[in-house]
């Protein structure tokens, strides 16, 4: 039974357009969450087609589909190829992802991930993890913490954040989320707290859940795993993973541009299908979280 507190998947019919889907085609949705797209995905397979879906969140199991079509793999998403083969599949025919932090994350207060509540630092996707947000501020060096607010969060006032937390550390561990807003709130720009709040907690939970190394990891394999003519349909909701995204899309690197051959030609994994796709003002009037959704859709060639 599908679990309440799992909001509607963003750009449903988009992403799962976007992957062309065959009926007796194999596919992997890497963020199941409550399985809004994974059951789209079903509802468009035949009986030879197959679903594989990743979710290392414990939470996704209450979700899990009864269809013998479907498998939930309570792994993290990059360890993609590792778990198709072991289920005997070297290649799909496509491949969805939704990024981000579920609604249901969000919602329980306990993980941290809100800025709406207090609870302790933790911020963990995956609660097995050793390193939670708390061992990120107590623990990091101000200049590793100078580092991840400018790189993950996109701060100008990194250097001072960084150190305000280092300095209040001395004193005493700083534990929950509310000491922590509390720290910095008096550092932040007026009138601009609540956003500049919510960039902080974005800039630890993206080092908590190592999520760019994960997601570049990811995208490599997918250029490994997908048929020729197979799509990835790929949603993200800040500029880090979209760039990210985009670039894999467009040339098959992160930076730089790809090598050309002795006729001027790059050779490059996918070409880009249609254009950027966000969301519609009605979808954002019915789920604030589609607001910086960004979809972009690649096939292999």
Do not use: C
């Amino acid at each position: 039974m599908e679990n309440l507190e799992y909001h509607n998947p963003v750009l449903l019919k988009e992403t799962v357009d976007g992957l062309n889907i065959k009926p007796n085609g194999v596919y992997v949705d890497v963020t199941f969450g409550g399985g809004g797209h994974s059951r789209e995905i079903l509802s468009r397979l035949g009986e030879g087609g197959k679903l594989f879906a990743f979710d290392q969140d414990p939470d996704a199991k209450q979700n899990v589909i009864d269809d013998a079509r479907f498998t939930l793999i309570p792994e993290n998403f990059k360890f993609l190829k590792q778990f198709l083969r072991f289920y005997g599949h070297k290649t799909v025919d496509g491949v969805l992802g939704d990024f981000g932090v579920s609604s249901h994350q969000f919602d329980v207060a306990e993980r941290g991930f809100s800025t709406r509540f207090d609870s302790k630092l933790d911020m963990r996707m995956n609660q097995k993890e050793k390193i939670s947000a708390y061992e990120v501020i107590n623990g990091y060096a101000e200049e590793q913490l100078r580092s991840m607010f400018y790189q993950y969060g996109e701060l100008k006032n990194a250097p001072k954040l960084a150190r305000v937390i280092v300095e209040e550390r001395e004193n005493a561990p700083i534990e929950t989320g509310d000491q922590l807003k509390e720290l910095l709130m008096p550092h932040l720009f007026k009138n601009r707290e609540f956003k500049i709040l919510a960039q902080i907690y974005q800039a630890i939970r993206i080092e908590v859940n190592q999520e760019i190394e994960v997601l570049k990891d990811f995208l490599q394999q997918t250029e490994d795993v997908l048929e020729k003519g197979g799509r990835i349909s790929l949603i993200s909701y800040h500029s880090l993973e979209d760039r990210l995204v985009k670039r894999y899309i467009r040339n098959g690197l992160f930076e730089g541009e790809p090598e050309k051959d002795m006729f001027g030609r790059m050779t490059v994994p996918f070409k880009k299908v249609g254009k950027l796709i966000v969301p519609t003002a009605e979808e954002i009037k019915m789920n604030n979280r589609a607001r910086s959704a960004k979809l972009r859709i690649g096939e292999k060639l």
